[in-house]
């Protein structure tokens, strides 16, 4: 029996040890796609910073700071706006604590923003602009979305974590 790439890369999470649900819809299975395991690779590394409970001013600093230097100045700085949003929807829609781990490594640097809240109940946020719908909810998402970073969305027992790589792999 033949499998989805979905289908392919939740059985690979799974062989890894990971019991999650990823909503960004993955182009491959990480072992076919280098990034994706040089992510994987970068977070097997101890995070340059880890940061509790911080505001989004201080997510920002933090990136801003470890990033000067190892990212392209045209990368960095949609770093820090996407590590900001993902913080301030942390803050405003997720459930305290908020963990931000940060790591760096080659030219690529990796965020991890978790809450311990259920995420999105729509899989789809922020796949269209927020005043395509009712209100305003959702243009965090799919702001990040749209600055072009590797950004996975993923729901765990333990929460939900919004997942943004850039730089270049080694």
Known sequence: MALDRNQELMLDLRQAGRDCLVFAPP???????????????????????VLADPSAFQARQAVTSIGYGRLADAILPDLVIGVSEAVSNA???????VMVRIWS?????????HDTGPGPGN??????PAWAGPGLHGAGL????????DAALIR???GFTVRLAA???A
């Not at 899989?123 to 269209?128: D, F, K, Q, S, V």
């Open 167 to 169: 730089g270049q792999p």
């Open 142 to 149: 799919w702001l990040i979305r749209m600055l072009g970073l």
């Open 156 to 158: 765990s027992r333990d």
């Open 91 to 97: 803050w405003r829609h997720g459930r305290p604590p």
């Open 105 to 113: 490594a080659s030219g690529r640097m990796l965020v991890r923003v």
């Open 123 to 128: 899989p789809l946020a922020g796949l269209a």
């Open 27 to 49: 182009l491959e299975a990480p072992q076919r796609n280098p990034e994706r395991q040089q992510v994987l690779e970068v977070q097997r590394l101890v995070p340059a910073l």
